[in-house]
C-alpha cells in the first residue's frame, strides 16, 4: 500500500468519526456509508486535488456543505 493510499484511508476514518461526532445518533456504518457515497470521497481519491494532504478538519467542511447543499462546492 502506498503513502497516498494510506493518507486517503486515514481521511475516509476521520471524516466518518467527525460525522458521528456531529450526528450523535449516527453509527459507525451510517458514517462511512455517508463518506463513502459522497461527491467529497471522490474527489479525496481524485490525486489532482491533494485532499489527502489537507487536514480531515478541512475536507470535512466540504463533506459538511454538500450534506447541507446537495452539492460540493
Do not use: H, W
Not at 490525486?47 to 494532504?53: L, N
Request: hydrophobic share 40%; charged share 25%.
Amino acid at each position: 500500500m502506498s503513502i497516498e493510499e494510506q493518507m486517503k484511508l486515514d481521511m475516509t476514518k476521520e471524516l466518518a468519526v467527525l460525522l458521528m461526532d456531529d450526528y450523535l445518533d449516527m453509527t459507525m456504518e451510517q458514517a462511512l456509508f455517508t463518506v463513502l457515497n459522497s461527491d467529497t470521497y471522490i474527489k479525496l481519491l481524485n490525486d489532482k486535488t491533494c485532499f489527502y494532504y489537507q487536514s480531515p478538519r478541512y475536507v470535512y467542511d466540504f463533506l459538511k456543505n454538500e450534506l447541507k447543499t446537495g452539492k460540493i462546492s
